[in-house]
Each structure stands twice: as structure tokens, then as C-alpha cells.
């Protein structure tokens, strides 16, 4: 999807984002590029933190990649557990910072600031795991490991030479 001449103070700018999906993966990558982005503004995304009463849990992995996630009942009516994680590569993070409870843009966030890689791009997956779907993911552990998983796969992914 292609978005032009969005207003940035003085500045117009213009995105780019490509979403990726895979059969049988609880998560989808996006990548984006952007026209060069005026002064000290970052690229922001975030994970919605308003039934989460669990900690916020920032895993590292190889230095590489690093994920933010979250696992509790934040279902509507807080029924059942759901996890949701941002995985992110460690050329795209600058930091994670928490949104203002109230009175703000952006309220009730958990959000990473993003700068691009040495290819332009910001990139980030995101995960969810639903415990109605698969009940291990009642289990918090699971759900990490889950993101571990992902983050090995990408750190070091198949390569078949024929």
C-alpha cells in the first residue's frame, strides 16, 4: 500500500508498506520504506496495553532481533489469554517507551521507535496467539517460546543450494 504527500510539520512525505503472510504462522512481517523523514521524527508502532496486567517483557536474541510482548486475558470481557509480541530487527530499534494513560494521541500503548536499516527499510512481524485457537497459549511460556522460535528462524534461516 502506498500513501503520498502525507503533512509532517512542513514536510509532505510519502510510504510505502509491504505486508507478508505465511500459512500456519500465528504473525505477519511488514516492511516500509518512507521518503527521508524530516529531523528527529522516527517511525512508531506499538502493541495495545489497556486489559494487560502481566509484565511487559523485552527479550534480546543474538543481538539480532529484539521482541516486546505481552500475555494475559486481553480478550474483551478478559475471558480468555492472548499473547501479542513485535519482533524487531536490531538495525530498526532505537527504543520502546510506554504511551501516556490518557490525554494523548496515542494512549495505552506499549511502543517501539523505529529508524531504518542501512537499506532504507523499517521492518517489524507481529505476532498473536489466542489460547481459544491452540489452548497452550493459556500458558505464558509458550507463547514466549513461540517468539523465540520465530526470532532463531530468522537469525539463522534455511539456505538450499541446488
Given at each position: ?35 527521508t ?46 499473547g ?5 530487527p ?30 532504507g ?38 539456505i538450499?543450494?541446488?
Open positions: 500500500m502506498t500513501y503520498k504527500g502525507w503533512q509532517i510539520g512542513n514536510n509532505k512525505i510519502d510510504l510505502c508498506e509491504e505486508i507478508s503472510i505465511w500459512a500456519g504462522k500465528y504473525g505477519y512481517e511488514k516492511r516500509i520504506s518512507t521518503t523523514l524530516p529531523g528527529n521524527y522516527f517511525l512508531v508502532t506499538g502493541i495495545v496495553n489497556n486489559l494487560n496486567t502481566q509484565p511487559f517483557t523485552e527479550e534480546e536474541y543474538e543481538g539480532k532481533q529484539y521482541a516486546m510482548l505481552t500475555h494475559d486475558k486481553q480478550t474483551v470481557n478478559e475471558s480468555f489469554y492472548f501479542m509480541s513485535l519482533l524487531i536490531g538495525d530498526n530499534l532505537v527504543e520502546t517507551f510506554h504511551a501516556p494513560e490518557e490525554n494523548a494521541d496515542i494512549i495505552k500503548t506499549w511502543c517501539v521507535k523505529m529508524k531504518p536499516d542501512a537499506n527499510l523499517y521492518n517489524y512481524r507481529a505476532y498473536a496467539a489466542w489460547e481459544l485457537r491452540d489452548k497452550q497459549f493459556r500458558e505464558r511460556e509458550t507463547f514466549i517460546n513461540l517468539i523465540a522460535h520465530e526470532a532463531l528462524c530468522i537469525n539463522h534461516p534455511i538450499i543450494q541446488l
